[in-house]
């Protein structure tokens, strides 16, 4: 490999680490403003109120676990080996979500106005690290691979059925927080849909503002990427 293309690739993976990092972060503010959290995130977090000596981070590496399997029992031998890349990923995620719940826990949270802020500066960050993650061109979440595994097998559109997904899990999380906690709705609430509603948009213009390009050649000295 040529010393441009290795530091490249090292920029790549820098790059969605960066992204993990700032997209738990911005889910851990989600979590902190208690009215909810991303649909992804949905079920592990019920699933946290539920059984509390599993950190909210350790039940995302389980969930995400869950999906690599899902994908694995639909695609078969079609399954790569360096789809197993999202367990590491999702190790990484949960490790960053936990330290970032750390981080946000001084934050008070007792008006309402400061909840519904900390939701929109949650879907803030999530965007830009998702943005970044994806601009890294490394790996998929597994949440995005399994809905992107579901499309290709059913022949479907990716973002419907992405939307399909993230409506799954929100109903999911509902069912078992109704089980859980005796006909009680608990860890979904207007957060879950602000953050459903606005992340996408927030992904679409950061991923417009960080070019894989102009971020590389920042650190590259302006080369470019392919030279």
């Not at 889910?27 to 946290?48: C, D, F």
């Not at 639909?74 to 080996?81: G, H, I, M, V």
């Not at 719940?101 to 400061?114: A, F, K, L, S």
């Amino acid at each position: 490999m040529k010393p441009n293309a290795r530091r490249q690739q090292l920029i790549r993976y820098a790059e969605c680490v960066a992204g993990l990092f700032i997209t738990a972060l911005g889910v851990a503010l989600t979590k902190r403003a208690e009215l909810g959290i991303s649909p992804i995130s949905s079920v592990p977090n019920v699933l946290s109120f539920r059984f509390t000596s599993l950190t909210l981070g350790m039940w995302m590496v389980i969930w995400n676990s869950l999906l690599i399997v899902g994908q694995i029992v639909l695609l078969r031998k079609e399954f790569k080996p360096y789809q197993l890349l999202q367990l590491p990923v999702s190790f990484l995620f949960g490790a960053f979500l936990d330290f970032g719940m750390w981080c946000v826990t001084p934050i008070p949270v007792e008006r309402y106005g400061v909840r519904l802020l900390l939701v929109l500066a949650g879907v803030v960050i999530v965007g830009f690290g998702t943005a970044l993650s994806v601009l890294s061109d490394v790996i998929m979440n597994s949440g995005d691979a399994l809905a992107k595994t579901i499309a290709g097998k059913a022949k479907k559109n990716f973002g419907a059925v992405k939307v399909c997904f993230d409506v799954s899990c929100v109903v999911l999380s509902i069912l078992l927080s109704l089980v859980f906690f005796r006909g009680r709705i608990v860890g979904t609430r207007e957060g879950t849909v602000i953050t459903a509603l606005l992340t996408g948009h927030a992904v679409r213009l950061f991923s417009r503002l960080l070019t894989r390009r102009s971020i590389r050649n920042a650190v590259s000295g302006g080369q470019p990427a392919n030279s």
